[in-house]
Structure formats: structure tokens, C-alpha cells
């Protein structure tokens, strides 16, 4: 009973992982870009939400208008306004543009908002038990969110027109420009649909975490493990490997002995298992970007 | 892999090379900030140290990214490994500095070599997500469960009496050992990046498949560079924990290497002179704008981080392509995706050689489009590409 019991309070740490790397793994999807930035965009996004759910304004209002300003707004602003300008660049370059980004963002967050702020959670702050673990209903649907968005963005992703038409993009830009599709438009979509799930994770992620989300390096590299696992292709996967993730550090780091002194190397050794394994698991389906 | 395509990225070994022909500028610059460490004294002291000391940071990442062409974010384990190992070894195993020294750089390397060794099949993103895994790893066992448990978990005291010598107490001293290693060690990379071993670098980085044909050895190339890098930043480690005066895990956390290689890629990859520039925005830009102007802290924070956006948009080669010229934009301007097209004949030996290519496919546009047509007809059938491409019958594509 207490290993389902850790096991459980491990997957509703892992659903967060895995909602955190579903935003990842769609902006590599449709950019091939690593958004670094997402972590600061999830944090000015979470701290909007809590100031202006504390002004008054109902939850779901703040919701709606905290993702369209940093989801679809910052993301025109990232891919349609600065990344559409070194698109020829080197992903060295690329990644040094998204990290100086990342600074500019969190310094705009450090300015609004000098000290921590307390979250609130969306889904308010009742509680249900399952067996002897109680859930919070925040935790409860969060995770239920996380499978929808998980699943749903997959669906999209591999069925809908607009879905292929980013990931062709991502595939073969001058291909896809071939088949007619206005490819600037489309990179520009892809950048407001990552940092839309990035603000939405950072509002759903920051109540349970605590905190500045930003700074937690060891929560980023675990998100990277997590989306390594998945091969950067699938959110449903991501989702998945996070929740293995969750429930292996719940299970190992309780057993004792010298996991649970080290059980932060986890993530790390599922990172190298991970790229080892990728290419062997999921084939080199899309062409490398050379 | 065709010289006009890559040959800038062999800048600095394009033209015959002395060392003696570079020696007077890099000393002139050293003196020259000896001059300016001695004039001043107490902050501004520091702050030459530390930007000294981040330039030879941001060198760790000229020898990686801008000689090798991958992206490490590792340099603060590295560098934190440096401070800790010589720390250890010198404050608490009592070892004279200059012997612990050769101990901690072999450490440090094989930890290079420990991330240099997936570089041997990795590249671009792969790499920098494990290697950024590295550091945090360094950074939350290695460093505070390994070399920090216990009584130091706060740091451990590393004074400038390590050094062996009571003559670099003195703060001013002190500063003329960071500068003069710093001014040797550009020297030695500037050296490095003429030298044979640099053609072998440039070449793995610009073709390893041709490089291997050619009887390099990409493993060892790799590896020699992730070393070098390594040792650089780990001797960064030593001087940054000897200039605090303290060794702890805090200055090394993993999330400062992202910053720390956004500021080298603005200075620009590909010579010393863009380390020295990375490092001064780094950290002396900052405090001269903090205490001369109204800007502070996160007000500049923003500015520099939309600056580096700025100067990355305008010239990927970082501000020392300004200086030195577009040839040092190198393969970070390379176009990601062209392949290969033989060159139109001109009129008179058009007539002579039949040409392969279709009526009507005769300006660049046309034929980019052809080849990409082609290439989406050769898609595999699994990708979105050959989805969408069935799909354009059922749906109008705009």
C-alpha cells in the first residue's frame, strides 16, 4: 500500500513535468528551436495571473487575457518579429537570441514584480481523495488538463490541416513554401502556440510548485529528461515519460540507501539513456536540419 | 563541404601565422589593463578582476563553440570543479597551489572528457540539453554532496594565502596575476586557432564525414577540444574562487552558463578579442552604467538582454566581427539547408555540355522551387510533408 501510495503522489508530480515539457516538445515540433524562454515566459505569465486575480478580476478572465498577451502576443513577438530575422543563422546563434530573450523577459518580470507573489490556484483549493492520497482538486485538474492538451495537440498535430502545415514547415521550409504555404505565418503560429502552452503551464505549474519557476534549474532539466524520453516528437509520450519520471524518483528516492542520496542524477542518466536510445527508438523520421 | 561555403570559417587560419606578429597587441592590451588595475584600487579593482576572469570564461567558449561549433553548457560545472578540486586539495589537503594545480586540471579534463564523449554523436541541441543536465548534476551532487557535504556546505575558505606567496595578498598583486594569465592564455588559444590542430578542428566542425575520410580522427579532435575548453574554465573557477576568496557551489550554479553564453556569442565566437568583449558585457557594462547613470539592476538586465537580441540580429558574428569583419560571421551565417547545384553554364559551354536540368527551370527561384518540390516528393511517407502533399487534392492550400 505504500508504494502505491508513493507512486501516486509521484505521478501527480510527474503530470507537471509533463505538462511543462508538452510546451517544449510542440515549439521544437514547429520551430526546431529549444525555448529556453519558456520558463521566463511561464513565470511573468503565472505573476500576471496572481496580480490581477488579486485586483479583483475573475480568475478566468485573468486566464484568458494573461494567454492571449504573453501566449499570442509574445509569441508574434518572438518568432514573428525577432526569430524570423536569423532564420538563416546557426542554431548557436538561434539558441543565443532565445536565451538573450530569456533575460529580457526576466528582467521585465524582476521590474513589474519585485518580490515573490503567491499564485492562486485556478481550480480552487478543494480537495479529493483517492485511497489514502489526497489530491488537491488544483492537482486533480491539472492532471486531467495536462492529458487533454497532451493528447489533444497530438491529435492536432497528425491530423488537422494547420497541424501538418507546422510540422511540414519544421520538416523542409523551402518544401513546404513549394506546397504554398505561407511559412513565415506559419513559424509565427507555432511560436504563439509554444509560448501560449508555456504561459498556461506556468499558470497551472505555479501554485503547486511555488516559487520562481524560473530559477529551478533542476525542474528545467528534468522537463529536457522528460522531452529527451519523448524524442522531442510526441506531447502524448512527454506527458507519459514525465509521469514515469515522477513515479521512478517517488519510488526510488523513498527506497533508501544511495538513490535517495542521489536521486537528482536521475534525470540526468535518463537524458544520456534517452539521446542514446532516440534515434534507435523513434528512427530519424525528419531530416536533420544540415 | 565547399570552400566558398565554409572557407571563412577557417578566418583564422586562412593566412601564415606567427605568434610574434600578434604578441604586441594582446601585450599592449594587458599592459594596458594592468595600467588602468594599478591606477584604481578597491571596486574598480574587482571589476577589471572579474571581467578578466569571465573573459576567460567566455575563452572556454570560443575554443568550444567557435572552433569546434558546439554548443556546451557544462563550462560552469567546469569551472565550479576548478574552484572546488584546487580549494579541497590546497585549503584543507594543505598542498602547495602549484602542486595541486596539474591534480585539479586532470580532474576537470576527464569531466570534459565525460561530456565531450556523447559530443562524439551528438551536435546542436542534444548536446546542449546534456550538457546543461551536466551541470545541474555537478551542481547538486558533485558539488554539494560530494565535495561540500558536511561542515563546508557553505564554501570552503580559499584565501589568497593559497597561493603559496604572501606577495599576492595585496590586492594589486593579485590583479596582475589574473590579467597576465588571462593575456597568456588568449595568446595560447589565438596561437591554437592558427595552428595545425586548429585546421583539424575546423575541419571536424565543418564536415566530420569528409574530415574522417581525410584521415582525421573526429573522437580525438573533439575530445582535445572539449579539454582545452575545460581547462580554461576550470583555471576561470580557480581565479573567480581565489578573487571571492571562497569556494562554494552558489557561483557556479548551472543556470549561469546560459548567460554566460549568451554574453560570448554577443562578444562573437571566433576570436579571443570577442571573449574580451563578452566579458566586459558581461559584467564591466553593467556596473559602469550602475553607478554612473539611473539605470539599475533589473532595468539593466532588460536593456542587455534586448541589446544581445540587438547585436545578434544585426551581426551573428557578435561585436567582434565589427572590428575585425563580416569573415569572422563564419558558418554562424551559413545558409542551413542549399544543396548542392552545379553552376549555369554560361551560352557558349551551355552548347557544348547538354544540361540535365529541365526547360524552363533556369533562374534561382525556379529551380529552388524544383528542388524542393523534388525533395517533398522524396519525403518519407510518415512525415507531414507527404500528409499535406496527398492532402492538396482534398483541400486548397494557401
Known sequence: MRTVSLLLAGAATGVLYGLIAVGIVVTYLTTRTLNFAAGAVATLAAFTFGTWVQDGWPKILALLASLVLFGVGGGYLTGGVVMSRVRTASETVRVAVILGWTLGIAGVTALLYNTLLPVPALFGEGSIAVGRIRLTSHQFAVAVTSVLLAVGLSIFLRRAWLGLALRAVAEDRDAARALGLQVGRVEAFGWMCGMTLAALGGILVSPLVGGDIRTQNLLFVKVLAVSVLAGMERPWLALAAGVALGMAEAYLGGSGGAWTTNIDLLPFLLMIVGLALGPVLYGNRTREAH | ?398
Open chain 2, 1 to 398: 563541404m565547399s570552400a566558398t561555403r565554409h572557407g571563412n570559417g577557417t578566418a583564422l587560419a586562412a593566412k601564415p601565422f606567427r605568434v610574434t606578429s600578434i604578441l604586441p597587441w594582446y601585450l599592449g592590451v594587458g599592459a594596458a589593463v594592468t595600467a588602468l588595475s594599478l591606477l584604481t584600487s578597491g571596486y574598480w579593482a574587482y571589476v577589471i578582476d572579474t571581467v578578466a576572469i569571465f573573459s576567460l570564461v567566455a575563452l572556454s567558449f570560443v575554443v568550444v563553440s567557435g572552433y569546434l561549433g558546439q554548443m556546451s553548457l557544462a563550462q560552469t560545472a567546469f569551472m565550479g570543479l576548478g574552484a572546488l578540486v584546487q580549494a579541497r586539495l590546497v585549503a584543507i589537503g594543505h598542498l602547495p597551489f602549484l602542486m595541486a594545480l596539474p591534480i585539479t586540471l586532470v580532474v576537470v579534463a576527464s569531466a570534459a572528457v565525460v561530456v565531450g564523449l556523447p559530443a562524439v554523436r551528438l551536435r546542436g541541441v542534444n548536446l546542449a540539453i546534456l550538457s546543461f543536465g551536466f551541470a545541474v548534476v555537478a551542481e547538486r551532487v558533485i558539488f554539494q554532496k560530494w565535495l561540500l557535504s558536511g561542515l563546508y556546505l557553505s564554501g570552503i575558505p580559499f584565501g589568497r594565502n593559497g597561493l603559496g606567496s604572501a606577495w599576492f595578498e595585496n590586492e594589486q598583486h593579485f590583479s596582475l596575476l589574473v590579467i597576465s594569465t588571462v593575456t597568456a592564455l588568449m595568446v595560447v588559444i589565438r596561437a591554437l586557432g592558427s595552428s595545425r590542430w586548429g585546421l583539424l578542428v575546423y575541419s571536424v566542425r565543418d564536415g566530420q564525414a569528409t574530415a574522417a575520410l581525410s584521415g582525421v580522427n573526429p573522437t580525438r579532435v573533439k575530445l582535445s577540444a572539449f579539454v582545452v575548453s575545460g581547462c580554461l574554465a576550470g583555471i576561470a573557477g580557480i581565479l573567480y574562487a581565489l578573487l571571492l576568496q571562497r569556494a562554494g557551489w552558489e557561483d557556479y550554479s548551472a543556470f549561469n552558463s546560459i548567460t554566460y553564453l549568451a554574453m560570448s556569442v554577443v562578444g562573437g565566437l571566433l576570436h579571443p578579442l570577442g571573449a574580451l568583449l563578452g566579458g566586459m558585457m558581461y559584467f564591466g557594462v553593467p556596473q559602469l552604467f550602475s553607478t554612473v547613470s539611473f539605470l539599475r539592476g533589473s532595468q539593466f538586465q532588460v536593456l542587455s538582454g534586448l541589446l544581445a537580441v540587438a547585436v545578434l540580429v544585426l551581426r551573428p558574428g557578435g561585436l567582434a566581427s565589427l572590428a575585425l569583419g563580416r569573415r569572422y560571421e563564419l558558418h554562424l551565417v551559413a545558409p542551413r539547408r542549399r544543396p548542392h547545384r552545379p553552376p549555369l553554364p554560361s551560352p557558349a559551354s551551355g552548347a557544348a555540355r547538354p544540361s540535365p536540368r529541365p526547360a524552363g527551370a533556369v533562374n534561382g527561384q525556379g529551380r529552388r522551387e524544383m528542388d524542393a518540390l523534388r525533395r517533398s516528393c522524396q519525403a518519407p511517407t510518415a512525415s507531414a510533408l507527404a500528409t499535406l502533399r496527398s492532402r492538396t487534392g482534398e483541400r486548397p492550400v494557401r
